[in-house]
């Protein structure tokens, strides 16, 4: 919606907020591996800059409500679901923060108004339409 | 192009056949239609006629060259479960099929109008659609099927008889009923080759498809008001188009213009490329339990829901009206032929009209006539037309008027009526509650209470109906009048208001595939059934875990050549999230019940803190 303020919910608020935790977590353990103050090889310290740096762009794509950020979210997602689902499954040793958090994540990020407030969607194919219980209705 | 009914309007008292030819259709069909609109009997003199014997044989009744019309309708007493058929083509040794595949090759490329299937058959489907393909085409293995070189044969056959006398019939029928007059257009084919000669779901020996025009009679003239066109996955209402409708039905004067689907022969009002789909044959229960999990998808997960079915195959029904056009001022022009139950061919023969395939969904088996389904009981187009296109419940729209004022009267009357008695009603429920009431306190009278309770309980019930069907009856009431001042302003219901769901083409936005994508939907089964074969290979433990990874890799890999990434990465991760939280709540249930009922006690004394306070 050019020229248009999209308001934010709350859920996208909450889940930009955990990947800037993540992203800063990422970039200190990073640079400091990679300044050799760890017990970690150069490899993983590069690896988690990467990420960090992944988490913070996503973050604030998120707070600016930028439709790739939720796509990055999304893929980031299904890459850290499928890993904890297979280790569940086949190695029994997942991670179930790691599982909880991602899940957590895409069910933020997935209902429709959410959909519709990053502009993934438009506001007309929405069916409004709920079933209610009303004691008006009844006999 | 709309035009106004009662232009086309031509003087009742006109004989069948002129009836007939006022609106016989101009049928467009595709390039590299193979098989034309023909009369029933150079077809029958072609065939031999067989009965199947439920002790699983075929004997020959008549051989081929001699069979006649009167042959084909002489009665022929048979046991249960058999079945009587024409062949077109006689069985063929090695040699023979050889033969009449590279001839029908040879005539292909001799074709004026040639058929190309362009880009985008397999990739309009996602993996599933193309899955079923792969499992429809094994069955084939399995069922009773037209082979390729029968149905190249066939072709070949009607070749040589259109080249010894090009003729193009319609059988044409008119039938009179509840004040309309249906004018049927019944097509014979000598064959359906969807299947070897379009990609499509099946091939048959003979084809019968149906046009009806229905006319209503106003000043001594019939004028058209509906057109029907036969056609895959829709029934009843769905199948009309009014007369005035521009927007989908296309006139050539007073001909209305069907554009027939390549070697199956549906009829389409529009020029296209329809998506044909494959309802499943679930259980009841199995179906209600997707239901549950689609509304759960929708309104749980607030999920987008598919409008069409989950289950397409990516079969394509070819309608693109760019081969031969057969009708009146066209490049050919119809020979018709009148029938009705009279003509003995019609009524006399119950069997199937080519090759009994023995294909238990029928979809091999050659069609019956247009009077009979496949099992010789009558067929319902035929002996009710107007049930057809469910054109049963509408009056003739000259006696729509009349009948909607006796309606309103009807209902006037009615009304008085309760106007009269519910009153009356109502007052002796009122006397007979003070009579139940005065009874209170006197435990001696509990006999006679307990009677009279139940009597006040019923006649409650009674004025309750009463009023119900009161006000019921002032909403249809003002429906009626609403409806019978529109009509006598001469103002008409939108053309389409009945059709639930119509055939569309599929869009060209959704056909536009790189050649990428074409090559991916071709090649990207075999991929993952290899990639898992690799998988079983190199590391058997991990196989399960690998081709899992393979198939979500594979699923978002195409959905992005199919511009359709985020929805599906959304469905991936949905999913997902869903197994994750399956497996949360059974690893975690016991803090996941501490949890909840921690929340539920503080959720209670929160309300009851705020009724405190209040």
Known sequence: ?139 | MSSSPDRHAIPSTAPDLELLRAFEPVVRFTAGEQFFPMDVERYVRACSLWQYHPDDHDEQVVAEGELTMEKLVEPRPARFGSVLYMRFVHPLSIEESARALTDHQRLKREQTHRFRAGLGRLARGGLLPRLIDALFSATLLLRGRVPKATAAAAVLEYAGMQQSEERYVYHGRVVRQSGWTVCQYWFFYAGNNWRSGFHGVNDHESDWELVNVYLYEQGGRLVPEWVAYASHDFHGADLRRRWDDGGDLTLEGSHPVVYAGAGSHASYFAAGEYQAEVPLPVPGRVRQGLDVLARFWRRTLGQVGEGRGPVRAPFIDFARGDGLSVGPGQEREWTPDVISEATPWVSGYRGLWGLYAQDPISGENAPGGPMYNRDGTPRASWFDPLGFAELDRLPPPPVESGLLAAEAGALMRRQRELDEETPKRASGLQQIGIRLESMEGSPHLAAQHGKLEAEVAALAIEVKALRRERTENEAVLEGVLRRLRRLTAGRRDDPRAHIRQAARPVPAAEMRFGRAAELWAAFSLSLMLVGVVVLIEVAPADAWAGAIVLLIVLVLGESILRATFVRTVNRVAVILALVATTILLLHFWQHVLVGVLVALAAFLVLQRVRELRA
């Open chain 1, 1 to 139: 919606m050019p020229g248009q303020e999209r308001k934010r919910p709350a859920s996208v608020t909450l889940v930009a907020a955990l990947a800037l935790v993540v992203a800063a977590y990422s970039l200190t353990y990073g640079i400091l591996t990679v300044a050799g103050l760890g017990d970690e090889p150069l490899a993983s310290g590069v690896f988690r800059i990467a990420l960090g740096v992944g988490a913070l762009a996503a973050a604030v794509g998120a707070l600016r409500m930028r439709p790739w950020s939720w796509a990055l979210f999304m893929t980031w997602n299904v890459i850290g679901l499928t890993h904890q689902v297979l280790r569940y499954l086949f190695f029994e040793d997942p991670n179930y923060v790691d599982m909880a958090i991602n899940t957590f994540v895409v069910l933020a990020l997935s209902p429709l108004e959410v959909q519709i407030a990053f502009g993934l969607r438009h506001t007309e194919n929405v069916q409004l339409a709920r079933s209610t219980r009303n004691p008006v209705d009844s006999a």
